[in-house]
C-alpha cells in the first residue's frame, strides 16, 4: 500500500467536504498559512492538521507510512485511557477511512486539539525563574506517578510532546503508548534519541519504557533551577532539554555532565550521580522516578540566574586567594605621638585599634601580596590579547597582499598555494619544514607551480572556461553545474538590527585567500544517485534536492565524487569536491550583498510560507549575483564545520571548532519548513552529523588541494 505524501495531504484538506469522511470535519475550517494554504505540523511519522469545527478545534492526524497493527493499537490505547481516564491525555477516535486522498482511503487520528505552550518554549521563558523550573518538576513527577498508576507508558516522552497550560501538563502523540493490552507486542518506535537509553530496541515495549526518559527530563528541569546559566552554555533547547545521546554513550566525555559533577550544590551532584549509574542499566532495570531519588527537589537550593554573556565571558582565570597567615602573638607599637592624628576604628585609612590590638600591618601586608598578583595576571594576559591582535593584523596583511598580487597577475593560484605552505612551515617549525626562506627549495616550488597551473589549465578546459576566472563564471564538470567563487573579504555575521538576529551571529572580518567552484544547485537527487546508487529522500523527484542525508553521507558523496570524476579523466589530483566552510558559505549567499537576504524572498526561495510543506525543483526561484540557485530555502545545506560561536577579531580562511562533547556540525540557508525569520545570509543551524531529515541536504563545493 503506498502512502501519501505531505503534500498529497495539503492538497486534500483543502476540501474538507470531500476529504473526510467525518462529519464534523467536514464542515470544519483548517488552518491556513499567509498564502492562503494549509499550516500542517509534519514528522517523521505523521502530518497533523489544526481543524476549528465550530467551538470545538481538532488535531487530524495523517500517517505517512504503515504503523503495524495501528488499528487494533489505537483501539486498544483509546478503550484504556477511557477507563483510567488521565487528565494528562487528550480523547481521541481512530478513524479508519478518515480521509481519502487520490481515491483512496487512509486512516487518521481525530484528537482534541490542545492549547498550550511547548516544553521548550516555557523552560526558556522561566529560565530567569528557577522556582517556576522546580514546580515545573514537581508536576512532572505527579504526571509520571498518574501514568505508572494507571499502568501506562507513553513510550516517547520528550520536549516535543508535552504541552503546557498554566500548571497542567498534557501529553501528545500516542503511536508507540504501552497499555496492558498490548503486551507481548513490539514496539513502533524507539523514541527520541536524546531521551532514550542508546540500548533501546523496538522489542523494549512495556510498563518500563518510560522510566529513562522520566529520568532525563526531571533531571534537567532540577539542574536547570539550580544552575540557569546551564540552558545557554550547553545550548538547551537545540532538540534537547539538557541532555543528548552522546551524554549517555559517554559520561566521562560530557560537558554537561562534568559541569554538573562539580556543582556547589550537593543535592544536584548527588542526583546526577544516581542518574549517570542508569546510563549502564538494562532498560526492563532502570527504577521509576519516585525510587532512590537523592533528596526532594525542593530542598535544592538555587543560585540566581546569570545574565546570559558571550562565550568567552566563562573563560577566566581562577585568582587564588592569598593564604592568611594567623596574626603575630605580639606587635611592636608604635611609640604615642600626640601630633599624629586618629583613625576611626573600620575606616581603611592608617592603623586601627580595636579588642584584639593593632592588625593593620597584616592586613596591609596580604592586601599588597593579592594587589600584586593581580596586576600581574592582568599584564600577562593583556600581553598575550596584544600578540593576539598583531599576529591576526599580520595575517590580514599578508593575505590582502597576495589577493591584490594575484589581481594584478603577480602571483598564480599555484604559487600562493606554495607561499602558503611556506607559511605554516614558519609559524609551526618542528614539523619536518625547514623554517625561513633560506630553506625553500626554489626548484621544488617551481615544479610545483607548473604542474599546479597545468592541471588547472585541464580543468579549465574541461569546464569550458578561460583563465582567469571571473566572479560567478559557470562552468560544467560532468553532470554538475558549478560558478567560480572568488578570494575576498567580507563582514561575516548579522548587524545588530537585522530581523531575526541570534546571538551567535556577531560581526567579523573574514578573508577568504583561496577562491573556489560552488556547485549551482543543492546536490539533487539524480546527481546523488549517480554516485551513491540509491535515493534516501522523503519527496522524491529526480530535479529536487536530495535530502535525508546526514553530514557523513554528505561528505562521503564528495569523496566519491570525486575519485569517480579522476578515473574519467576530468578532474585532476589537485582539486577535489569537498563540503564548503561556513565562511565561504555565507560569502557565496551575499555574493557582495550585505542584507539579510540577497533578494525578495518569495522571488528567491522556498520557505514555510510558500512550500506547500515539500522541496521543490531546483532553479525555480531566481539566483543570486553569483548564479547559486536556491542558497536561500529549499533544504538547509551542511556545511564543514563544528558549530562555535564567533571570534572578536578578523580572521582568515577560518574553519569552525569540532569538539568531542559536542560534535555538531553547522546548516545553512534554511528549508522548506523555516519561516521568513529564519531565511537569512547570515543564520546558523547545527545538528548532529548523523542526523538526517527531509529539510537537510548539501551544496558541494570543488577547490584545489
Known sequence: MSWPTPQDYNEAVQNPQSSFTDLELQKGRVELNGLGLPRPITGGFASVYKIQCGHRTWAARCFLSEVDGIKQRYQAISDHLRVVNLPQTVPFSYLENGIRVRGRNYPLVKMEWVQGESLVSFVEKSIRNPQSLITLARNWKKLVDSLRAANVAHGDLQHGNISILGNQLRLLDYDGMFVPSLAGKSSNEVGHRNYQLPSRTNRDFGPHIDNFSAWVIYVSLVALAAHPNFWLKHRGGDECLLFRKEDFENPRRSSILNDLGSSPNKEVRALVGRFVDLFKCPIKNVPFLDENLASDFENISVSPPKQQSPWWAGFTPDIATPPQRPAPKSIRKRPKSTNRPRRRPGSGKGPTSGPTGNTSTTVDNHGSVALGLFMLILVGAATL????????????????????????????????????RTDVSRESPGQGVVAGDEAVDERSLAEAKLKLEAEEAVLATNLGLRRPFG???RGELGSIAVHWIPAGQFTMGSRPAELGRELDEAQHTVVLSRGLFLAETECTQSQWVAVMGSNPSTFKGLDQPVEQVNWREAVEYCRKLTSKQRLEGILPESWEWRLPTEAEWEYAARAGTTGARYGDLDSIGWYEGNSNQSTHLVKRRQPNTWGLYDIIGNVSEWCWDGYGYYPSSSVTDPKGQVSDPDPSRVNRGGSWLNDAMEMRSANRNRSDPDNRSSYLGFRPALSSK
Do not use: N
Open 471 to 473: 566572479p560567478g563564471e
Open 385 to 420: 590579547y596584544f600578540l593576539h591582535i598583531r599576529q591576526e593584523r599580520e595575517a590580514w596583511r599578508t593575505s590582502r597582499e597576495r589577493q591584490d598580487q594575484r589581481t594584478a597577475g603577480q602571483v598564480g593560484v599555484a604559487e600562493e598555494s606554495a607561499l602558503a
